[in-house]
């Protein structure tokens, strides 16, 4: 015989334990067992000092991007690139087109791009230690950037990229004030 | 909001107790949160671990200095500076870098754990297959530039575990490297 398994009783919400209970049913194991699973994922995840549901979030939104076709690459390397590149107009450019192209692609995956967009960008912008995007009346936008690490010419380039996400979402910029670490960039929502 | 109750092991059910202590949380967050990611991964083909384990990749690479760039954004940087072999060099550097994070992760011994690894930091969703004295890398949507670096990024990590490359071919989305262990 095996040993008998100790038991508590914990509380859920029963709409999320009726979706459990029907996965459970499709996957042909028992309540128990499945939920002891997810408590032990949980576990898993609180020793890396995360909870469960920031790495469900973080997950989803670092999907967003890669199906986007952003890709990892290290840090240094592409302030290398920066600085050897001929930093000119048809560059920053360049990062307005990449950025506008991502602003299309957030318009096709989600009804209202703008709400999601914050979480994206501070999930997402591994280079940025603040963004914040702040939606005010007239249809003015901000979106505001403490990057203290970064140089001038990297974060240029981000406002640039911020500039094309904003456009395609149907907002023109009106004012851009970038200096040492902290970018403001003021956006009026297009006629 | 109606309410039940679960059965849970109780070591389990202790530890998530204590969990909420430390965190100032109720337990009846902490598991609504847990089944909630469940239902989530589910949604989208996944399990809860797997996410779990991407999510620590990722950790890994930010913490390795690596950054996430959007892919156009890259290719103009390439084109509109010259390309000297020091860049290369950088990729491997990053490569050595990540593997001593693996290793300190204790990931490096687990193929398929370096494998999901490779997966979540290299570029255009490769297929990344890692055998005895083998790596193959798979992903059609890496430019020429983008596949070379890549490679080099690869040779520093297998470098970075001791690993001796013995043969490397590079073609535009297609990374094959022969290695074995040093000494061998």
């Known amino acids: 015989m095996p040993d008998k398994v100790e038991k508590k009783l914990v509380v859920v919400r029963s709409d999320i334990l009726e979706r459990i209970q029907e996965i459970a049913r499709k996957e042909n194991k028992t309540l128990f067992a499945i939920v002891n699973e997810i408590l032990q994922d949980a576990l898993t995840a609180n020793e890396s000092r995360a909870t469960i549901g920031d790495l469900a979030r973080f997950y989803q939104l670092m999907k967003v991007e890669k199906d986007s076709g952003a890709f990892i690459m290290p840090a240094d390397l592409l302030l290398k690139l920066i600085r050897r590149s001929h930093y000119n107009e048809e560059l920053k450019s360049e990062w307005f087109l990449a950025g506008e192209w991502y602003g299309k692609y957030l318009t096709a995956k989600f009804e209202r791009p703008l709400e999601v967009l914050p979480s994206l960008l501070s999930t997402c912008l591994w280079h940025l230690s603040e963004v914040k995007v702040e939606t005010r009346t007239e249809g003015k936008t901000f979106v505001n950037i403490i990057a203290p690490n970064i140089d001038q010419q990297f974060l240029e380039l981000t406002g640039k990229y911020l500039e094309g996400v904003m456009n395609a979402l149907g907002y023109r910029a009106v004012k851009s004030d970038i200096v040492r670490g902290v970018a403001i960039l003021e956006f009026l929502k297009k006629l | ?184």
Not at chain 2, 137 to 165: D, H
């Open chain 2, 1 to 184: 909001m109606k309410r039940k109750f679960l059965a849970a092991k109780e070591n389990v059910a202790d530890r998530v107790n204590e969990i909420a202590k430390e965190s100032g949380r109720t337990v009846f967050s902490i598991v609504n949160e847990a089944l909630g990611a469940f239902i989530t991964a589910k949604e989208s083909g996944r399990t809860l671990s797997s996410i779990i384990e991407e999510g620590k990749n990722a950790q890994i690479a930010r913490n390795a200095g690596m950054i996430l760039v959007p892919e156009g954004s890259y290719d103009s940087l390439l084109e509109s500076c010259a390309i000297t072999p020091r860049i290369y060099d950088g990729w491997k550097m990053a490569g050595t870098v990540f593997g001593k994070y693996l290793y300190v992760n204790e990931i490096h011994e687990d193929t398929k754990g370096v494998e999901t690894a490779l997966k979540e930091v290299i570029g255009g969703n490769p297929d990344v297959t890692l055998s005895k004295g083998k790596v193959v890398c798979i992903s059609p949507r890496l430019g020429v530039k983008q596949t070379e670096a890549v490679a080099a990024f690869l040779e520093g990590l297998l470098q970075s575990l001791n690993l001796t490359v013995t043969a490397k071919e590079v073609s535009k989305g297609i990374i094959i490297i022969t290695f074995k262990q040093e000494g061998e």
